[in-house]
């Protein structure tokens, strides 16, 4: 019912907007010529009002070239590219929240989201909602990997990169688009797009996008949904030329968890591969803590935006993209501790904000001056239930903040080039307010929730200059030379963790006279700075764009020991350096055949010896767990025709579980298959593709995801293998 009352209320207020318009055509749009040989799946690519390419681009055909997984997640659709990996329990994207992304050697969920510059991201975990959109409805998606643009609402942070979906707004055109999916394992996605053209008088463009996906899990009982979307787009020009855009996306995914596997399971990799979770109730906690129903996730997610230009005149334009986010969700896991509980996470989460921007063209150059500022109310509860009766047991965290938090963020952007030289420079201010809160306690038999003065965190503000600079001269027509530094932050994070301990371990703590606020006194914002340098070649027959990329990593939230309670627990003190080479290359062997190469390396370490426990670590110059030196996405584009084919490889260099490099996990190669073949000469459909897309070709056992701090010990550290080999089947249509 909620969801219908927020449905409607967006087609009310797109009909309103419709009826008030007046007869005007939308600009015209002239973007900066890129060379183009053959079919390109990446690109480089740089926000509006820059001069400079900061970024790598995957584009429409890159889109569909990663095939149904990337229909449904985003990190799957940007793994093509060099020094980013993405490792995924499930072979359909499907798996929310339970893939890891890392960029450059740095956790994702660090990174920032945006929706045509518009912030996404959530609490517990911290970070993008990646898997909440259909990618049929984006035209391409952008991703920065260092310097990241001023005018970006990175939202709590970008020290992992920032990654821009950039709508497919409503179409001049009337069309559809509706595609079909089956697989192995049940597997089955609807898609349907729906585009107006642009209306009689009003001149205005209405989308409309439905898409069902559901799945059986490869492994154990339940399913990995059903995943439900909407979205809905408007564009409607006004008399002044100008053109507002409207955005509405809902998201609805219920799944059952995958259970991950210890590294002593790791080692003995063929006899535990298909171990997952107990597909009935027993009687005894210890293994009913494993029963599947107990071990999932729903998850439900609502997106406003708008886009609302103000032309003042040939100089200035102002633009407001007003906005607002909802997330409900809960997830229950079983918990060995406390003898065996379930555990459920409850979020919910509503932020709404406003980025207003300013951007001018003068003879020099252009400029940007914008400010962002939001408001977010997170509440994140745990509640446990006993495993046998699911009778409830008390709360495993109960926190009410006092306020909302409070985000601003001026920023400017300038602009320019002179004769071959092009420049850019950007400056941004982050200043986050994080409310009070008190923390309750509650006791058996009835739980009746009271305060407690120890469980109290006072307010607490943080804020960072972030400047960028981007560089680039062009020797011919056809090489370029470039540079760009940018600061980077991420606000605290990991609250629950602490809170955790903290109640877990409360008597210690207070006879210690250590409150939960001194705990939280030791938090403050991760910061890096990133350098590139790189070049671009361009010629008739291949592109390659080579980056050579140095980071400084301060204040990383690291494990400490405190011998006043003789415990440890995470505080902001850690520092690594980071270096490494990418390339993106496309070689255009014939009129037929293409092929792109995407290696790079990446070194990310520790500064110094890290202390847990009194005793001394050692992890100085070793390599962050879960981070490859080596990655390589390679393939080929063959087109006959109407006929098509895309082989792709993908390989990985070993891996660490722990920051000592007790845990090592292998290096693997994956292949991958897709063959499509496409219809032009139906009288009643403009297109009709018919696509086979094979993942894991050769049926490969290997761990996907390591899931741990970057610096866990051995053994705290849990894993999960990665899918076998899937068949998935698509038909489609556009007319």
Known sequence: MKFMQQF????????????????????????????????????????????????????????????????????????????????????????????????????????????????????????????????????????????????LGTGVGA?????????????????????????????????????????????????????????????????????????VMLRQPMPTGDEVKFWFNANDLNQDLYRPLTYSEVESLGSFYNKDYNSSLTGNKSDDINYYRYNRGDYANRDFLAEIPVTLSDTFRLKFKPYYTDEDTEILQGSASQGGIVIKRKRDIERYGMITQLDSHFSWGKASLGYWAEVSDMIIRQQNYDPITFAFKGYGMYMKSDDKGVAHSPFLKLAGSIGQFDWQAGLKYFHYTDPSSQGYVASAPDYTLKAASDLFREEKTYDEILPTLGVAYRLTDTVELNASYGRNQIRPYAYVPLVNIYNQNRTAFQAAGVTLDDMFSGYDMEISDNFEVGARFRFDRFEVVPTLFYSRHQNLLT???????????????????????????????????????????????????????????????????????????????????????????????????????????????????????????????????????????FDKEYVSV??????????????????????????????
């Open 559 to 697: 494990t400490v020991y405190d011998p006043r309670v003789n415990l440890s627990y995470n505080q902001n003190v850690g520092d690594a350096t980071g270096y490494g080479i990418e390339i993106e290359s496309n070689f255009l062997i014939n009129d037929h055949l293409n092929f792109f190469l995407n290696p790079s390396y990446t070194a990310l370490t520790y500064d110094d010896d890290l202390t847990f426990q009194g005793a001394v670590r050692d992890t100085k110059d070793k390599q962050v767990l879960d981070t490859p030196e080596w990655t390589v996405k390679t393939g080929l584009i063959y087109t006959w025709k109407d006929f098509e084919i895309i082989p792709m490889i993908r390989y990985m260099s070993s891996r660490y579980g722990d920051a000592e490099h007790n845990e090592k996990v292998d290096d693997y190669v994956m292949a991958d298959l897709k063959m499509g073949y496409t219809f032009n000469h139906f009288s009643f459909v403009d297109k009709l593709r018919l696509s086979l897309e094979l993942t894991n070709l």
């Open 8 to 151: 409607m209320a967006v087609c009310f207020v797109m009909a309103a907007l419709s009826a008030g318009a007046g007869e005007s055509g939308p600009d015209k749009v002239i973007l900066d010529d890129v060379v183009v040989t053959g079919t390109k799946l990446v690109t480089p690519t740089k926000q509006t009002n820059e001069t400079v390419y900061t970024g790598s681009e995957i584009t429409r055909d890159g889109l569909d070239a990663l095939g149904s997984k990337a229909a449904v997640s985003v990190y799957e659709a940007i793994n093509i590219l060099p020094g980013i990996t993405v490792e995924s329990i499930d072979p359909y994207g499907l798996a929310a929240e339970q893939k890891n992304i890392r960029v450059r050697g740095v956790r994702g969920f660090l990174g920032a989201m945006t929706v045509a510059g518009v912030p996404n991201y959530g609490g517990n975990p911290m970070g993008p909602r990646e898997y909440i959109y259909d990618t049929e409805n984006f035209d391409s998606i952008a991703v920065y990997k260092g310097a990241v643009p001023a005018d």
């Open 706 to 735: 390591i899931n741990a701090m970057d610096d866990s010990r051995a053994g705290n550290t849990s894993y999960y293998v990665g899918a076998p080999f899937t068949a998935m089947m698509t038909v489609s249509f556009d007319f």
């Open 159 to 231: 020290r992992g990169g920032a990654v821009d979906l950039r709508p497919k707004w409503p179409e001049e055109e009337f069309g559809v688009n509706v595609s079909q999916g089956i697989g192995t394992h049940n597997y089955s996605r609807s898609f349907i797009r729906l585009d107006s053209g642009s209306l009689p008088r009003t001149g205005t463009g209405l989308s409309l996008s439905l898409s069902h996906t559901d799945a059986e899990k490869w492994k154990g009982p339940g399913d990995l949904g059903p995943r439900k979307n909407v979205n």
